[in-house]
């Protein structure tokens, strides 16, 4: 079966820093997507970045970029400039061919420091 | 805003009571999931439908229940309620039938408090 993780619940960036959020996935399919979303406080989910297995390049959207390594199963986002917005949380999604199902992490809650 | 719609944005109810949540997808999009959030098991895909018919089902309770219209719009129903199904409700919808490269974008949610 499928598993994602996010080893961390919460995290800390000084304003103006890149910051590094963790997502490994579990699986035998060849085949996958990965995507992360951001949740603010105000509790609407916003999708934010998508990552396929047979993406060669890694995927990159304005300040966020996906670091994909497909050896080692981890799909970690980087955010760079960090701004107090910032401040959410943040869920890695796992999305395979057969199941009809995405698979959430518990998420990474990120706190932006002025 | 995604596009998604769902209502309503807040409910209120006792436990025993029934529910339903709506949600209209994106313009174009036909396929809608239905997810729970809580704090203990965060998010929890429900169901998906794909032009009216369903498609998957993840860790819905049988006193669960939804379905998709013609029109395409979804309804969640939620019966004999307990104190555990208070959660943040949401629908999402892709484009099609869940490739992997279909980004699902959500609504709103709802946030039921069951008392």
């Known amino acids: 079966a499928q598993k994602i993780t996010q080893t961390q619940p919460g995290m800390f960036v000084q304003e103006k820093e890149a910051v590094t959020l963790d997502c490994t996935y579990d699986?035998?399919?060849?085949?996958?997507?990965l995507f992360w979303y951001k949740q603010p406080s105000s509790g609407e989910m916003i999708f934010l970045i998508y990552?396929?297995?047979?993406?060669?390049q890694n995927a990159t959207e304005g300040r966020y970029s996906l670091n994909f390594q497909k050896a080692r199963k981890s799909a970690n986002l980087v955010i760079s400039a960090s701004q107090l917005g910032d401040s959410a949380m943040y869920f890695c999604?796992?999305?395979?061919?057969?199941?009809?199902?995405?698979?959430f992490g518990a998420g990474t809650r990120l706190f932006v420091k002025a | 805003d995604s596009g998604v719609t769902q209502t309503p944005k807040h409910l209120i109810t006792a436990t025993g009571q029934r529910v339903t949540l709506r949600c209209s997808p994106r313009?174009?999009?036909?396929?809608v999931y239905w997810y729970q959030q809580s704090l203990d098991q965060g998010l929890q895909f429900l169901i998906q439908?794909?032009?009216?018919?369903?498609?998957a089902k993840g860790n819905i309770l049988e006193r669960f229940s939804a379905q998709q219209f013609p029109d395409l719009h979804s309804e969640l129903n939620l019966s004999s309620l307990e104190l555990g199904d208070s959660a943040l409700y949401f629908c999402?919808?892709?484009?099609?039938?869940?490739?992997?490269?279909?980004?699902?974008?959500f609504g709103p949610g709802t946030r039921l408090t069951v008392l």
């Open positions: 990552q396929g297995s047979y993406d060669e």
């Open positions: 699986t035998s399919d060849q085949s996958y997507g």
């Open positions: 313009s174009g999009d036909l396929s």
């Open positions: 999604a796992f999305t395979n061919t057969g199941g009809f199902k995405t698979i």
């Open positions: 999402a919808s892709s484009e099609v039938l869940a490739g992997v490269s279909d980004t699902q974008y």
């Open positions: 439908y794909y032009n009216g018919e369903e498609r």
